[in-house]
Structures are given as C-alpha cells and as structure tokens.
C-alpha cells in the first residue's frame, strides 16, 4: 500500500520522502507540544524494507509520524493495497454526524471507506413549497489548520483530482485535525480544480475559515444547490417558454400551473418571476417618484428566490433608481411569527439577507407580523395614481398574474396597508443598520455572530464555497450582501 500512497502524493524518489518525513515529524512536534517527535528520522534501508514488505515500521516516533502522513495502521502500511481502494480515502467517520445537525441535511456513506462514494441529501423544509431536495457527492478530508486557513494533505492531490472531475456534481468537505469532532468545512469542487490547475503549482489545495458550516454558510449551500439542480434540468423547457413569450407583444396576465406541467416547481417559479420582473421593470419605466411595494417573501426558500434570481435584481434595480434624496423607497414584507418561528435557523438567515439586500441598495424596509396581511398582492404602488401588480408565489394555481390597476378604490386599499404596515413595522430604526439590526432580534438571530460570519464571507467571496452551473442565478448581489452587512456595527 506504501508504494500507491506515495505515488497519489507525487513522490518517486527516496530524498523526497525523506523530506516529507521530517517535515511531518516537525508540524508534528508543533502541533502537540512534544519537541522530541521532530528528531524523529528514516534511513534509506527502511524506507526500501517498508516498500518491499520485509519490516513492519517500529518505534514510537517513527510510527507516529507514518500514522500522521498517511492515516494507515503500520501492517496495513507495508502490507498489499486493497484492489477496491486504489487511492487513499480519508478516515474521518466521526465527523460525520456533524453534517445531520440541520433538519435538511442527511449525510451517508455507501462504501465501507470513511467518506468515499458518499451522498449528501439536502431535503426540503418542512413548511417550503419549492425545493424538492437535491443528492450531493461529497468527499471528506481531513486537513491541517494554519491561522485561518486550512490545507489539504499534499497527498490527496490524485484523489482530488480524479473526485473532482467537471462531469460530477461533487463537493468537498474538510474536518480540521486540530478540532476533531468540531467542524466541517466546504469547498466547490470547481475551485478545487481551479487550485489543482494553478502554475506554478500549488502544494495543497487550501479553503478560508468563513467556509466552515454553520447556518448561514449551510442555509446558503442548501438554497444554492436545490435552485441550480432544478433549474439546470429545466434548462432546454425554460428557454422554449421564453422564446415563445418574447415572440408576443405582451406576457399574458395569467398562466395556470396545470398548463405547464413538465416544468419543476423552482422552474415554474423562475418562469414566474421572470415575467414579473419584466412587467414591473416595463411599467416603471418613466416613472418619477419614488414608489412604495410590498413582497411577497416569507420561507426561507422564497427568500433565496430573491437573493439568487437574476432577474429579481434587474427589477429591483429599476425600483431603486427611481428614489432621490430626502425621498423614501419602502419595501413592506408580511412575517408573522407563527410562520417564521417554525423555520430553522438557516431559513430565517436567508429572510434577513433578502431585507438587508434591499436596505444596501437605500430602500427602507418594513415588517408586518399580522397573519390577514399574507395574502395582500405583491405590489408597487406609484405616486402617480397607478399600482403595477405582480404576483407569482402562492398565486392561487397561477405561475403568475400581473396587472396595472388604476381604480382609486383598489389604490386607496394598498396605499392605507402600505401606510399602516410602515407606522407599525415590528422593525423599527432611523438607519438601516437599526432596522437590520431590529430584524435579527425579531427572527431571533445573534447580531455580533451575524455580522463577523458575514464580513469573513463576504470577503472571500461565496464562489468558492459552491458556485451555481444555471445562468439563471448569479452571487453577486449576495456577495454585495454580506459585505454590506459584514460593515455595519456587531456591538448590540
């Protein structure tokens, strides 16, 4: 077994082992604490009686080290590769219950080798009505950690890179030796290409702290992955309906769901509020006040709609534009506590990155927490007497309705519930961050815990923890997100 594990790490020649050796035995003696372990040496005749199976490794320095290097039992060490395991898998079967502490989450493992052919299920929410769950392949690694970094051994280069391959949906996981049982951390298998492809090379292939999992990181994996799946096999469908919608004049107001049956539900979803933001983008155009709206939002999974659509930017962005200075853009969100305390901690993140992504781009935004108000039409109203209606979550059987409405009955119906939800937010504050700030005590957040884990994040960047395939989706006003909130002030 000796002889594959050297050649997975790239070392053919005596001089090279020799070297790796001491350099273990070193960090070794670092990382315990026990500065004898970095005498620890190998002659040349060891190392030839190892490879050739005549001497099992003795000594308690020398075996220590080898255990550190490879993870292999010494008779194992010496003794013939098992013909199933060609290269080395890593043992890190206790950190697996880890990933099972969130309701979606379900990690197992098919092979009897630690993390080899593993599956990693992310289900959906109990109370959600898009996501339908996805399968992961995963991989998980142990790692060394320096500062706020952790690296990969160099010799699980050739695993990875046979892992990683662009035809798998794959994932890396790694589980730091310093804290064993502690945490896991995540990497996108394309950044891991990305690292294995680099010149000059590197000699491992490294991930940031702020990819460690916790809720914000997993709430964000866990919406990412359900959209881009959905969205990837309704790719070729998706592109039809579109070019059948812009070979017409207009959208039609409504579509049934029952008239596009082989679409997914996110498809649907995507399709919906495609349309919307086209009609919201369309009727706005001209516009010269600043309007007031209301969302439709209140799961986790819809919030993720709005952080990751595409589309939903370029409407938002249309909104925005239209405020001034000394003039007041609203965003009105109707979260009852009964609904949004029934959601995991990752759901609820999810639902304060989609306020605070309005609140960076100036618009102010209010919470109501009245259940009768759930079913108010998604909204914006105009100062110039008109409303532009565009509904396409929880549409009553509909992908979408859209409308303009100009009879003053129905505008004075919206304009007194926008009113009454803005004297009564439940998130009160004169600046965003004392909304923000308002918003996280209400969904029962930590705000200083909040705030660090989104500046580390938004510092490196989401890519790197999973990047969505679908152009449909984009990170970018995610990653402006996190940032934007990572500068605001933790103290409470």
Known sequence: MLQNLLKDAGITLFSEFA?????????????????????????????????EGKQ???????????YAMFSV????????????????????????PLLNRWNTSEFTTAAP??????????????????????????????????????????EYRSHLRAFVQPANRTVVL?????????????????????????????????????????????????????????????????????????????AP?????????????????????????????????????PPQFWCREQYGEEAAAALFFRDRHQALEATSRLGAPGTEVGGAFCLPETIVMQGQEYERILTFLSLALLERRGITTWVCTDPEYSQ??????????????????????????????????????????LDYVRQHTAVPGSDPAARLRSLAYYLELDWPELVV????????????LFQPHSRHLTLKELDAVLSFVGGLDPAL
């Not at 026990?34 to 005749?45: D, F, G, P, Y």
């Not at 989104?454 to 490196?460: A, F, K, T």
Request: charge should be positive; include cysteine.
């Open 19 to 51: 070297t790796r050796f001491e350099q273990t035995a070193h960090r070794l003696a670092e990382e315990t604490g026990e500065a004898q372990l970095a005498t620890a040496s190998v002659s040349r005749s060891s190392y030839r009686r190892w490879l």
């Open 56 to 66: 099992v490794p003795q000594g308690k320095k020398t075996t220590r080290v080898l």
């Open 73 to 96: 039992p010494m008779k194992e060490l010496v003794g013939a590769a098992p013909a199933h395991a060609p290269t080395r898998t890593p043992r890190c079967a206790h950190r697996v």
């Open 113 to 154: 080798a630690s993390g080899a052919d593993s599956t990693w299920w992310l289900s959906p929410a109990e109370r959600g009505n898009l996501f339908r769950g996805v399968s992961l392949t995963a991989q998980l690694y142990r790692a060394r950690q320096v500062n706020d970094t952790l690296l990969l051994a160099p």
């Open 174 to 250: 790694a589980a730091p030796e310093s804290t064993p049982g502690e945490d896991i951390y995540l990497l996108d298998s394309g950044h891991v290409r990305r690292q294995l492809a680099a010149e000059p090379p590197q000699r491992q292939v490294t991930l940031p702290r702020s990819y460690r999992l916790d809720a914000l990181t997993y709430g964000i994996t866990w919406a990412l992955a359900n959209l881009d799946a959905a969205l990837l096999t309704d790719d070729a469908a998706l592109a039809g309906e579109q070019q059948e919608l812009n070979g017409r004049f207009s």
């Open 253 to 289: 107001r409504s579509v049934a769901r029952t008239e596009l049956p082989h679409l997914s539900r996110i498809g649907a979803a995507w399709l919906g509020s495609h349309v919307c933001a086209q009609h919201l983008t369309r009727q706005l155009q001209g516009g010269r006040q």
């Open 376 to 417: 108010v039409d998604a909204v914006t109203l105009l100062p110039e007497h008109r409303a532009i209606v565009a509904n396409w979550l929880r549409a009553g059987g509909d992908i979408w309705h859209v409308d303009t409405v100009e009879a003053r009955p129905h505008l004075r119906d919206y304009a007194q519930t």
């Open 453 to 464: 884990r989104c500046r580390e994040l938004g510092q490196d960047g989401v890519a790197g």
